[in-house]
């Protein structure tokens, strides 16, 4: 799936999550606390492509994460791809196929979603206000430029980089430390598995099952046949899943809202 369509899952599974819990579990989150998830989950449903890298040095190519802050995130895009191949190579079994890139390994599994995670709740609940301040500037980032994408192609980096440091600082100053902190880090996980949800009906597929060895391969790419297997950037991802993931989230922000819009024309009656 291309970026935009990751970006848009996240945000609908994170609205569509917090409804369900809302009404089926009794468990509120205030109108920011809803905001930063979404754009947090949306902006980590692009994480697991920074192995995707393109040119540093002319700033091209790479996935919609490898460009987001420009040569800098590219650089990153790089050696992530480049160690994520090294692990590839280290572990590979007997059938693994030789490969010439680190794309759709490492990072395009489960123990990495996992740490991405855990990762996060640790460094927002020991780092303070810094860390929590770039987790948000980081996924903040992503999200515009994976759900504005064409917005945010025509501005550049610069200016989706210093949105992203603005907005950052300002739900930092209002953002709960007792649930708003661990709620990143479940964001972030969250948004990493949407991903790999989303590379898997595609031909290519992830190694989601590693480390566990399937026969005489490790790094087994779980995908859909071809014959149902979703194009991606085709019709069917640019037209119907987004469509769907618009529709998603608008009803969970309705169903979300209800509530507290009945309460209020009762109010003013």
Not at 67 to 74: A, C, K, Q
Not at 117 to 135: D, E
Not at 203 to 232: E, F, Q, S, Y
Request: with cysteine; glycine share 12%.
């Amino acid at each position: 799936m291309l970026g935009p369509s990751h970006a848009l899952s996240g945000a609908a599974v994170w609205l569509g999550g917090s409804w369900a819990l809302d009404y089926f579990a009794d468990y509120h989150q205030s109108p920011l606390e809803l905001a930063v998830g979404t754009a947090v989950c949306a902006g980590a449903s692009l994480l697991p492509d920074i192995d995707h890298s393109g040119r540093v040095l002319t700033g091209q190519g790479g996935a919609t994460v490898a460009r987001t802050f420009g040569r800098v995130s590219l650089f990153v895009a790089e050696v992530v791809e480049k160690a994520s191949l090294a692990v590839y190579t280290v572990t590979r079994l007997r059938d693994d196929p030789d490969r010439d890139n680190g794309h759709r390994t490492l990072t395009h599994t489960m123990p990495f979603a996992a740490a991405m995670g855990a990762l996060t709740t640790w460094a927002c609940t020991a780092g303070g206000r810094w860390a929590v301040m770039g987790v948000l500037f980081l996924m903040l980032g992503l999200a515009l430029r994976g759900l504005f994408h064409t917005v945010a192609q025509k501005l550049g980096w610069i200016p989706i980089t210093l949105i992203s440091a603005a907005a950052a600082y300002g739900t930092w100053l209002y953002l709960p430390a007792d649930r708003g902190y661990p709620l990143l880090g479940i964001a972030v996980g969250v948004g990493c598995v949407v991903h790999l949800l989303g590379d898997i009906i595609t031909r290519a597929g992830v190694p989601i099952l590693w480390p566990l060895p399937t026969g005489r391969r490790l790094w087994r790419m779980i995908g859909l046949p071809d014959a149902v297997a979703l194009k991606v950037g085709g019709p069917v991802e640019t037209r119907v899943l987004r469509s769907a993931f618009m529709v998603i989230s608008l009803a969970a922000i309705a169903g979300l809202a209800a509530p507290a819009v009945a309460d209020w024309v009762n109010s003013v009656r």
